[in-house]
């Protein structure tokens, strides 16, 4: 939002469209404002986000990153735990836990959106590494960008509140995520990337992780 009253979204983002990440983050900052304020219009702004993505399909359950803030339909169908999706799933569980754990449709949409990455993305290479693949119109891409990595804090840190029994598997799924970062930073130089918001690494076919560099690539599992 610009001082001259008028929003403005990325050029390059699909046909005009805001960004999953972004309604997330404000979503969770608007909230906290209205508590901190004692003013709820900051709150019901960012409420009326849920309404319309509750009453939006979503392909197998997944939330695309790209929402037209104008006709409220989904952009390019790409789903991503990372870059452009990432903040939207860690604040919905924030928003839950941050109130006290009484926000119980916060809930239910981060444990439904969870279910639904569980069903549709999560893979493992044939070394045995779990990773968080990427969707795009229906077909996977086998991938994990550096800024999924959070995905394994996230995912133990809503553990506890886990519907059923769930809570030991989301721990257990947890430390896989983390365990595949662990090793493609210490296993290679990609580690010096860290700060990039690019794709280090990614899967083909499930059989192999190569880290990207610039032309080339280095092969880091098999």
Aim: glycine letters at 12%.
């Amino acid at each position: 939002m610009s001082c001259s009253g008028v929003g403005r979204n990325w050029p390059w983002a699909s046909g005009g469209s805001s960004i999953l990440a972004e309604y997330g983050t404000l979503h969770l900052e608007f909230m906290h404002l209205s508590k901190l304020s004692g003013r709820p219009v900051f709150s019901e702004k960012v409420m009326n986000i849920r309404k319309v993505l509750n009453r939006l399909d979503k392909p197998q359950g997944l939330y695309p990153n790209y929402l037209n803030p104008n006709s409220a339909q989904w952009g390019q169908h790409h789903v991503s735990v990372g870059g452009l999706g990432d903040s939207f799933y860690e604040y919905l569980l924030k928003a839950w836990l941050m109130s006290d754990k009484t926000d119980e449709e916060g809930k239910k949409l981060y444990f439904d959106a969870l279910q639904a990455i569980e069903s549709n993305l999560i893979r493992k290479s044939r070394g045995g590494l779990m990773y968080i693949a990427e969707w795009k119109g229906g077909l996977l891409e086998h991938k994990m960008g550096h800024l999924t990595c959070f995905a394994g804090g996230m995912l133990a840190l809503g553990a506890d509140g886990a519907p059923g029994d769930q809570t030991g598997q989301q721990m257990e799924l947890a430390a896989e995520i983390a365990r595949t970062c662990h090793e493609s930073y210490i296993h290679t130089v990609c580690f010096l990337l860290y700060k990039m918001n690019t794709v280090p690494w990614r899967s083909e076919n499930g059989r192999s992780f190569t880290c990207q560099l610039g032309t080339g690539a280095i092969k880091l599992f098999q």
